[in-house]
Structures are given as C-alpha cells and as structure tokens.
C-alpha cells in the first residue's frame, strides 16, 4: 500500500588512486542525509572515526589495501569451489 525499504547511507567512501591518492566520496550526500535525519554529534564522530581509520588503513596498506589481498581471497575462493 505505498509503503517501502528505504535505504540510508550513513558512510562515506573512500576511492584509493593507484598512486595511493585518495578521495573521500558522497561527502555531499552525507551532508544531506545528515541535516534530514538529524544524525546526532555522536553517530557523526563514530562516522568520522571509522572514516580516519579507513584512511589510515590505505596509507599504510593494511586490511582490503595490503598488496595482492583480492587476489588472495579469489583464489581461496576458488580452491574451495574446485574443491565441491
């Protein structure tokens, strides 16, 4: 009757440059779900918080950032499906 899921997308994202560069995506969609849902001080720091280690994590190439690290869960992924 009308009625339907609505997604809100309280990150920002992160585009990391081959060169390491990085930008920070959907800061004005952020700003926007900010103001109309009233994000409180909190949930914004958590936000901002979760965004800097996300940062962190790519300038010292850790976590999803380490070289080969898709490579390495694609082929695992693999493996195990060769192995059904």
């Given at each position: 009757?009308?009625?339907?899921?609505?997604?809100?997308d309280?990150d920002?994202?992160?585009?990391?440059?081959?060169?390491?560069?990085?930008?920070?995506?959907?800061?004005?969609e952020?700003?926007?779900?900010?103001l109309?849902?009233?994000?409180?001080?909190?949930?914004?720091?958590?936000?901002?918080?979760?965004?800097?280690?996300?940062?962190?994590?790519?300038?010292?190439?850790?976590?999803?950032f380490?070289?080969?690290?898709?490579?390495?869960?694609?082929?695992?992924?693999?493996?195990?499906?060769?192995?059904?």
């Amino acid at each position: 009757d009308g009625e339907a899921l609505k997604y809100i997308d309280y990150d920002l994202d992160l585009k990391v440059f081959p060169d390491y560069r990085y930008k920070v995506l959907d800061e004005e969609e952020y700003r926007q779900h900010s103001l109309k849902m009233h994000y409180s001080k909190e949930l914004d720091a958590i936000l901002r918080k979760q965004l800097s280690i996300l940062i962190d994590m790519s300038m010292t190439l850790k976590g999803p950032f380490q070289p080969n690290f898709a490579k390495y869960w694609y082929d695992a992924y693999q493996a195990e499906k060769n192995r059904k």
